[in-house]
């Protein structure tokens, strides 16, 4: 079983900046991709940025530019860097690992971008 526990959420300001970790633990053979997704109430869940064991980035459309992805893979960590944030960002922020096909997810993790 992978758990994946992630932290960094909370209350920022428009303009402001905040980082998302996450941790993978449990059986992981070998994990192909990490990243992060995000759910606002009332929408989809989309993608907010993935990374591969071997670097290659993708970055949902409003966040490029913005945010920053970032993995350790001896220690199975992913990282989000978040600047610029605006209030469109507020979501639940949903770590995410593939290993062989097997998708994972992590409970999620709340940012509230207000004034």
Known sequence: Q???VESGGGLV??????????AASGTISTIH???WYRQA??????LVATI???GRTNYGDSMKGRFTISSD????????????LKP??????????NSWG????GQGTQLTVTS
């Open 41 to 46: 109430p009332g929408k989809q869940r989309e």
């Open 102 to 105: 097997h998708n994972y997810w």
């Open 13 to 22: 300001q428009p303009g402001g900046s905040l980082r998302l970790s996450c």
């Open 73 to 84: 893979n001896a220690k199975n960590t992913v990282d989000l860097q978040m600047n610029s």
């Open 2 to 4: 992978v758990q994946l």
């Open 88 to 97: 469109e960002d507020t979501a639940v922020y949903y770590c995410y690992l």
């Open 33 to 35: 991709v990490m990243g």
């Open 52 to 54: 591969t064991d071997r």
